[in-house]
């Protein structure tokens, strides 16, 4: 069964990420600073987060919220979101097995490296390094760490319209 995914458990999970994550900028613009018709454009700056991008906060979200064995977790990633894992894992002290497609980034896999995850880069393709992540965890129980992002909607709309940028 899919838990709901509502206001109340959105605020919840973004009390106990936020000792974890950056606030990041928001920006109001319109889009005729694009050279559009001038419409309201909100922009949430996630490149500022931790490990580079919104998935940090879905990665401290999975991670905080579920039991992690020992054997620690598994992710499969292009390259963000193992970075995210990566990061979220070192900072809680839980072991990280990242696995990506050898077209990931050099500066997404030496991210991931930095963080002190165990890598694994091999397969032309994303499927390729999922594939390897289902088999490395099935004996070892490792917890999956396929994140979510209701936690970064949340905190762009109680911003909105604000005009701080460290908020």
Known sequence: MTPTIDRERIERTHSLIRPHIRLTPVMELTGADFGLPAFPLTLKLELFQHAGSFKTRGAFANLLTRSIPAAGVVAASGGNHGAAVAYAAMQL?????????????????????GYGADLVVGGDRYADALAASQAFARPRTSTPCWCRWAAAVSSAASRRGARDSRA
Do not use: D, N
């Open 93 to 113: 002290g839980v072991p990280a097995h990242i696995f990506v497609p050898t077209v990931s980034s050099p500066a997404k896999i030496s991210r991931i490296r």
